[in-house]
Nanobody, 121 residues
Framework: QVQLVESGGGSVQPGGSLRLSCTYT?????MGWFRQAPGQEREGVAA????????YYDPSVAGRFTISRDNAENTLYLQMNNLKVSDTAEYYC?????????????????WGQGTQVAVSS
C-alpha cells in the first residue's frame, strides 16, 4: 500500500502560479496528477515515470504545467504556471505499480485525498 498526501493548493488570479506537492510512502513506477472540477469527470493532467525521464501531459496543460519527482525526498511536484479559470478543480496525486505510464487512470491504483485549486479574478 502506498499513502499519498497532497499540499500546495489555494486561490490564485488568472495568470498566476502554484506548486502542488505530494509526499509518498514508497517509490512506485508511475506517478501522476489528476483533477476533477465540479460536475465533471476526473481527468489526467500529467504523469511521470520512475526516474523522471519520461513525462506525459494533457494538451490543455502542456507548456504551462511541469511534473517532476524527487525519489530521495519521496515527493512529487506539479508546477502550474499561467493558470486559467478553467484549471479550477480538486487536484489528486496518484501512484501506480502497473506496467506503463501515462495520464490514464488504468495506470494508477493509489490515490491521495486531494487539494483544491481555485483560479478567479
Amino acid at each position: 500500500q502506498v499513502q499519498l498526501v497532497e499540499s500546495g493548493g489555494g486561490s490564485v488570479q488568472p495568470g498566476g502560479s502554484l506548486r502542488l506537492s505530494c509526499t509518498y510512502t514508497s517509490t512506485t513506477y508511475c506517478m501522476g496528477w489528476f483533477r476533477q472540477a465540479p460536475g465533471q469527470e476526473r481527468e489526467g493532467v500529467a504523469a511521470v515515470n520512475t526516474n523522471g525521464g519520461s513525462t506525459y501531459y494533457d494538451p490543455s496543460v502542456a507548456g504551462r504545467f511541469t511534473i517532476s519527482r524527487d525519489n530521495a525526498e519521496n515527493t512529487l511536484y506539479l508546477q502550474m504556471n499561467n493558470l486559467k479559470v478553467s484549471d479550477t478543480a480538486e487536484y489528486y496525486c496518484a501512484a501506480g505499480r502497473r506496467r506503463g505510464c501515462n495520464t490514464y487512470e488504468k495506470y494508477f491504483e493509489f490515490w491521495g485525498q486531494g487539494t483544491q485549486v481555485a483560479v478567479s479574478s
